[in-house]
């Protein structure tokens, strides 16, 4: 199978296309990317040079090139990891947003269309169904209520799939997934950045009282879903994918001091009052838990716990302190600033 990965070079996509080099001995892997500031091909330097990847830089949302690359490649598949993926970016700033999730997305399908690609598997998030209370479990069937710039966009991406498949029968299934961590995730979503923060102690900034709950799912649990349902999947269905781990974000961040203090052989205590309560995040969604029965009938559920994933995730950082000095030059201190400095925590 010839499938071509857009967002490769980001954080769960070079998962994903380490993962099908890996574990598809039959499928090529074209990896499309714009290379933004998340995008890294130093995530993807032990297989650069593997028989069955090759990159091409470029722009989801450019017609053109799309048009070109899928009248020269005959896709069997797509999948678009390609997004803007952080909430707080979206809340300064959503046009790029709108461009990449929304426009990008579109140009993608109408070249899957024309050029009759036989799967597009759309790389969506729990995020489109808004926010959950104390109790609940959102079901596929789950109204869309987004909330952030950054999920209406991506909503409005699914929506647009739905319709490519109900008008055009273009074969496309949609994932919905909890939030991922583990190896190669930029410092602005939580973990890596409490990570790297409590090793160089600074101020760990929690958002409002840090009882908004998130489900966490290790990456490569995700990665394993995705290529199932890319196989599996039946067209013009939703699956979400969850990791079942809920946890408040206060006890991910003690756990981050607890492990990381036990690595280090430092004290967790020391550790755990670097946490500085900031001021929220606006419009932050309290809590999200999905109900996965539909991608566990593929055969499919989560192997990693949270510890372990934690522990594994905290290692790999520990030893790729290059590779972090590298993402957190230039543009990051800039962002870093933008978000943190109004809350007293550069
Ligand atoms: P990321 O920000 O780490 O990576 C995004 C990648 O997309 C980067 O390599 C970037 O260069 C590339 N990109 C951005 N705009 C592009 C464009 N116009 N054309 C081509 N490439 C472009 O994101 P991630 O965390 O790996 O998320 C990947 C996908 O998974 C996204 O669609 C996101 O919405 C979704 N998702 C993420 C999570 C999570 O917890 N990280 C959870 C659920 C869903
Ligand atoms: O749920 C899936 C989504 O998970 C994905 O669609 C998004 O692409 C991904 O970024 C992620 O969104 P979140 O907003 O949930 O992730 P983030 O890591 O930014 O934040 C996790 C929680 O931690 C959230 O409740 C906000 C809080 N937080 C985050 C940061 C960066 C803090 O308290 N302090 C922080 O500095």
Redesign the pocket.
């Known amino acids: 199978m010839k499938l071509l990965v857009t967002g490769g070079a980001g954080f769960i996509g070079s998962n994903f296309v380490r993962y099908v080099l890996g574990e598809r001995p039959d499928w090529e892997v074209v990896n499309l990317d714009k290379l933004t500031y998340a995008g890294n091909l130093e995530n993807l330097k032990d297989v650069e040079d593997h028989p069955r990847y090759r990159f091409v830089r470029g722009d989801i949302a450019d017609r053109e090139l799309m048009d070109h690359l899928f009248s020269e490649e005959s896709f069997d598949a797509v999948a678009n990891f390609a997004a803007e ?4 970016r979206s809340i300064l700033d959503p046009t790029p947003f709108l461009r990449t999730n929304v426009q990008g997305t579109q140009v993608l399908l109408e070249a899957a269309r024309k050029y009759k690609v036989g799967r597009f598997l759309q790389v969506s ?3 489109v169904y808004g926010s959950l209370g104390e109790t609940g479990r959102f079901t596929e069937e789950s109204p869309l209520l987004p909330n952030s710039p ?1 999920a209406a966009s ?1 909503a409005a991406a699914d929506l647009l799939c739905r319709a490519y498949h109900r008008t055009y029968g273009l074969p496309v299934v949609i994932t919905r ?4 961590y583990g190896p190669y995730q930029l410092p ?4 890596p ?1 409490m990570t790297l923060n409590a090793l160089e102690g600074k101020p760990l ?3 409002g009282k ?1 009882e ?1 709950i ?1 489900d966490w799912l290790y990456v490569e649990d995700n990665c394993r879903a995705i290529a199932l349902v890319l196989q599996r999947g039946k067209d013009g269905e939703v699956y979400n994918i969850g990791g079942g781990q809920e946890l408040r ?1 206060i006890d991910v961040v003690e756990r981050i001091c607890e492990l990381l203090a036990c690595r280090i052989g430092r004290d967790e205590g020391e550790l755990k009052a670097l946490i500085t309560f900031v001021e929220d ?1 606006p419009g ?2 309290f809590r ?1 838990a999905l109900s996965c029965d539909k991608v566990r009938r593929l055969d499919w559920s989560p192997e990693v716990s949270f510890d372990l994933g934690l522990e594994r995730t905290i290692d790999w950082y520990l030893k790729n302190w290059e590779w972090v000095g590298r993402v957190r030059s230039g543009e990051y201190k800039e962002y870093y600033e933008r978000i943190y400095g109004p809350r007293g925590v550069t």
Not at 85 to 88: E, G
Not at 177 to 180: A, V
Not at 188 to 191: G, N, P, R
């Open positions: 993926s952080h909430v707080d998030t729990d995020e950054y991506k997934s909890s939030n991922n602005e979503k939580l973990i950045l900034p929690v958002y840090g908004n998130r974000n995040r932050h969604d999200y």
